[in-house]
């Protein structure tokens, strides 16, 4: 599927040691690069530090181990996955039953600061951080972060952390787009963005598809929109958002605007006891 979405024009690719893909990710980097479709620095590559590597002398392993899956010498971006440093656990892809680890923040950033200079990565970002935490980072770091990776949706809007990022020159990469209606350990009864009525109304006028409409609203609002699918065609129809109309006018950005429910899908809740929770604050 990285080799069709490749082929079809997509070049930020969003991965993660966690997700368990960078093997399958690299072979499929590498197979186009060496067939010519594109260089290496036509594609930003993004990976990210589990919560059990938050110890400075593990952030390098982990560094080095998503470059030997990835079969490359750098990443673009390497982001902080959360802020929620966990203990080791028996099962090293535990995601849910973790202990916390008493290591600040700010104690990883600066190791993860030297991965640039080691010329592992070009950039250090950010994923599931709010805007305390983004605060402290900031204040005394070498590197600034570029990208803060968190859910936005045209239900769950996050303004006010959307603002303080940019204020910060820090772009937002945004998760959920479509609310993940499909994915089986979320809430059922939270209800699907892409059968609402507003976003099916412009679709209709601007002959798009809903998906269209929520990628397009998600650009407009200076947000960047990651995707997944396992359907050749919706990602063909993902890539074709911006084609052919020159967007989202006023009144439909207002009336997306108003979809806004402040309600979050992803929780992570089990690990809400963690003093880093990055949750509890207003976002």
């Known amino acids: 599927m990285v080799e069709l979405a490749i082929d079809n024009g997509y070049r930020l690719i969003d991965g993660a040691w966690m997700y368990r893909t960078e093997p399958d990710v690299g072979k499929a980097?590498?197979?186009?690069?060496k067939s010519g479709v594109v260089k290496r620095e036509d594609i930003f590559i993004i990976s990210k530090l589990w919560r059990t590597m938050h110890d400075p002398k593990d952030v390098p392993v982990a560094m080095e181990r998503t470059l030997k899956d990835l079969g490359?010498?750098?990443v673009d971006s390497y982001l902080m996955h959360f802020p929620l440093a966990s203990k080791k656990a028996a099962d090293e892809y535990e995601m849910v039953h973790l202990e916390e680890a008493d290591i600040p923040i700010e104690v990883t950033w600066k190791a993860m600061e030297k991965l640039v200079k080691l010329g592992y990565t070009k950039s250090v970002g950010l994923s599931n951080f709010n805007m305390s935490q983004i605060d402290r980072i900031v204040r005394d770091c070498e590197f600034f972060p570029v990208i803060n990776e968190i859910e936005v949706n045209p239900f769950f809007h996050q303004k006010p952390l959307l603002d303080h990022?940019?204020?910060n020159g820090i772009q937002v990469v945004a998760y959920g787009a479509f609310y993940s209606p499909e994915n089986p350990w979320l809430?059922?009864?939270i209800p699907s963005l892409i059968t609402h009525a507003t976003i099916k109304k412009l679709a209709k006028k601007h002959g798009k598809t809903p998906g269209q409409i929520i990628i397009r609203y998600l650009y407009q609002?200076?947000?960047v929109p990651i995707t997944k699918t396992?359907?050749?065609d919706h990602l063909v129809e993902n890539i074709s958002a911006f084609e052919n109309w020159n967007?989202?006018?006023n009144q439909d950005m207002k009336e997306m605007a108003q979809l806004n429910t402040g309600v979050r899908r992803f929780k992570f809740d089990k690990s809400k006891h963690f003093k880093e929770y990055p949750f509890t604050e207003d976002m």
């Open 29 to 33: 980097v590498g197979n186009k690069i």
């Open 72 to 74: 490359l010498k750098y």
């Open 165 to 167: 990022c940019k204020q």
């Open 187 to 189: 809430d059922p009864d």
């Open 221 to 223: 609002i200076d947000c």
């Open 230 to 232: 396992n359907f050749i």
């Open 247 to 249: 967007g989202l006018d």
